[in-house]
């Protein structure tokens, strides 16, 4: 069974479809550990809740990036992890990092890359005036949002959509999303052709 860690900044909905999927036996995977980059995120009282353990590592106490990614790996390390997955992490990585866990990272982003990348990209959506949105599964490389594609899902922009309606449309299927990709990873069926996934049933 992958062991999964898990690293979020916020609310932690994504985390949440991953413990619920896990205690449905649906992620063919075990969340080891959460890490937060915000000691007040919501999600570390979802984690609390399901107990997994949990690490705070703020960017006060590690001010060298370098130094803040080498304790991270550290603690994923500790937990033996296989798999990181990144649900709502909002902070850029160092090649320390990226090479420890190489094609082992996963994030979810709330468009259809590569539109819209960085943050806010559900208002960006909005403002450019877009009918169909979505959101958007990948491997995690030193590049922000532009790895390679794990799945994607469409959802259509209303002409009264603001940002935070639209969101709240994207999250549902980033939900969706994340659980499927990252199950697809622990059942050993994702391999990466240069830019592409290969999903192997
Ligand atoms: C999600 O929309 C995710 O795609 C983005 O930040 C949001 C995090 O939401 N990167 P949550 O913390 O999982 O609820």
């Not at 603690?75 to 992890?81: A, Y």
């Not at 320390?96 to 866990?101: G, L, N, P």
């Not at 969706?176 to 990466?192: D, P, Q, T």
Request: glycine share 6%.
């Amino acid at each position: 069974m992958s062991r999964i860690g898990v690293l979020i900044s916020g609310r932690g909905s994504n985390l949440q479809a991953l413990i619920d999927a896990e205690s449905r036996n649906d992620l063919a995977g075990e969340i080891v550990i959460v890490i937060s980059n915000k000691s007040n995120a919501m999600g570390l009282e979802r984690a609390a809740k399901a107990d997994i353990a949990t690490a705070v590592i703020t960017k006060k106490s590690y001010p060298i990036r370098e130094d803040y990614d080498i304790r991270v790996v550290e603690i994923l390390k500790e937990h033996n992890v296989d798999l990181v997955v990144l649900a709502g992490y909002m902070r850029m990585f160092t090649d320390v990092f990226i090479s420890e866990f190489k094609d082992r990272i996963i994030n979810v982003h709330p468009s259809l890359l590569p539109a819209f990348k960085g943050v806010n990209a559900q208002w960006q959506a909005v403002d450019y005036g877009v009918g169909i949105s979505g959101c958007t599964t990948h491997f995690v490389g030193l590049e922000m949002d532009a790895g390679p594609i794990i799945k994607q899902k469409t959802v259509n922009v209303f002409p009264d959509d603001t940002g935070e309606t639209l969101a709240e449309r994207i999250l549902k299927e980033e939900h969706k999303l994340i659980v499927e990709s990252v199950r697809l990873f622990c059942e050993g069926k994702l391999s990466i052709d240069s830019r592409k996934v290969i999903i192997n049933n």
